[in-house]
């Protein structure tokens, strides 16, 4: 599980690093591997891809995290207030120290809970990569749209916490050296290892914007159904299923702990909706269109 970027922010009004430099993801360079598309696909079309955003996959854990650190600091403060009052009561003048006590776990639940908002915002942030237009649009946090053009963005893998890597896509200002503004493709990677097995994905997108949805529609084995609806708790524990390898997988049973976490943040979460100019840019072909894919035609 990795936040950088939403409980955290991204760094910016920076240069770029050289370890960035030497990490880059070009555009027009043909990775030698194996594609992989996360099972992040809404939906696929011969002039256009939209993804999920990397937080989509961890959805709930922030939540989860309030929940369960609300509920601590309730027991504390009712807890508290009783011995607190009792020693006082009793003439014991340490009974005064939970009202120092007791405001330090107010305040602490009250910085969990802005993070958490975070996360209750939108039900996903989707990224829409246009090979007609040559734009990538991605829905921000806050609900606006960033518009870049595929060939002006600086795509590398960046270093996060506790030795995971993000594929990352860079805004650079006119300068060409400067970053502007950051984003994250679902790509979170553990570890060298993981950081090279990612690349599969940067070149599923690659592919798709080079060389178009034919040299890619046959790697998607399914796409999410929420494009237009809210995550059902059943098809979320097919996703993990599908993604961990089976319902049994040790890395599940852990997910499980989630579920009521990330059903809640579903529950009260907007589902994105694009603009109309954005929309307007979009179209998908007239007729038959045989690169079509959304979530309707999942076995």
Same mark, same amino acid.
């Given at each position: 599980?990795?936040?950088?970027? /939403?409980?955290?922010?991204?760094?910016?009004?920076?240069?770029?690093?050289?370890?960035?430099?030497?990490?880059?993801?070009? /555009?027009?360079?043909?990775?030698?591997?194996?594609?992989?598309? /996360?099972?992040?696909?809404?939906?696929?079309?011969?002039? @256009?891809?939209?993804?999920?955003?990397?937080? %989509?996959?961890?959805?709930?854990?922030?939540?989860?995290?309030?929940?369960?650190?609300?509920?601590?600091?309730?027991?504390?403060?009712?807890?508290?207030?009783?011995?607190?009052?009792?020693?006082?009561?009793?003439?014991?003048?340490?009974?005064?120290?939970? %009202? +120092?006590?007791?405001?330090?776990? +107010?305040?602490?639940?009250?910085?969990?809970?802005?993070?958490?908002?975070?996360?209750?915002?939108?039900? !996903?942030?989707?990224? &829409?990569?246009?090979?007609?237009?040559?734009?990538? !649009?991605? %829905?921000?946090?806050?609900?606006?749209?960033?518009?870049?053009?595929?060939?002006?963005?600086?795509?590398?893998? +960046?270093?996060?916490?506790?030795?995971?890597?993000?594929?990352?896509? !860079?805004?650079?200002?006119?300068?060409?050296?400067?970053?502007?503004?950051?984003?994250?493709?679902?790509?979170?990677?553990?570890?060298? @290892?993981?950081? $090279?097995?990612?690349?599969?994905?940067? $070149?599923?997108?690659?592919?798709?914007? $080079?060389?178009?949805?034919?040299?890619?529609?046959?790697?998607?084995?399914?796409?999410?159904?929420?494009?237009?609806?809210?995550?059902?708790?059943? %098809?979320?524990?097919?996703?993990?299923?599908?993604?961990?390898?089976?319902?049994?997988?040790?890395? +599940?049973?852990?997910?499980?702990?989630?579920?009521?976490?990330?059903?809640?943040?579903?529950?009260?979460?907007?589902?994105?909706?694009?603009?109309?100019?954005?929309?307007? /840019?979009?179209? &998908?072909?007239?007729? !038959?269109?045989?690169?079509?894919?959304?979530?309707?035609?999942?076995?």
């Amino acid at each position: 599980m990795e936040f950088t970027g /939403q409980a955290t922010p991204y760094a910016v009004s920076r240069p770029l690093s050289i370890d960035e430099r030497d990490r880059q993801l070009k /555009q027009k360079e043909n990775l030698n591997t194996e594609l992989y598309h /996360q099972l992040s696909v809404i939906e696929i079309n011969s002039n @256009w891809l939209e993804v999920v955003d990397k937080y %989509f996959f961890d959805k709930g854990a922030l939540t989860t995290a309030w929940i369960t650190q609300a509920a601590f600091t309730m027991f504390g403060l009712l807890t508290g207030f009783y011995y607190g009052l009792s020693a006082i009561a009793s003439g014991n003048a340490e009974g005064w120290y939970v %009202f +120092i006590v007791n405001p330090i776990l +107010i305040l602490f639940a009250w910085y969990t809970w802005r993070v958490t908002k975070k996360e209750i915002n939108y039900t !996903h942030y989707p990224i &829409r990569f246009n090979r007609k237009t040559r734009m990538v !649009h991605v %829905f921000r946090q806050d609900g606006t749209v960033l518009s870049a053009k595929w060939e002006k963005i600086f795509f590398t893998q +960046i270093p996060v916490t506790y030795g995971m890597w993000d594929m990352v896509g !860079h805004v650079l200002d006119e300068d060409g050296v400067t970053v502007r503004e950051t984003f994250g493709l679902p790509a979170c990677a553990m570890g060298s @290892w993981g950081r $090279e097995r990612a690349k599969g994905y940067w $070149e599923f997108i690659r592919r798709y914007m $080079e060389e178009g949805p034919a040299s890619v529609s046959d790697v998607i084995s399914g796409c999410l159904p929420i494009k237009d609806k809210k995550e059902t708790l059943a %098809f979320s524990f097919e996703r993990i299923a599908a993604s961990l390898g089976s319902y049994l997988n040790a890395f +599940i049973l852990f997910y499980y702990i989630f579920y009521p976490g990330r059903m809640i943040a579903m529950h009260f979460s907007k589902i994105p909706r694009w603009p109309a100019e954005i929309e307007a /840019q979009c179209q &998908r072909l007239d007729g !038959h269109d045989p690169f079509f894919k959304d979530a309707s035609m999942n076995a």
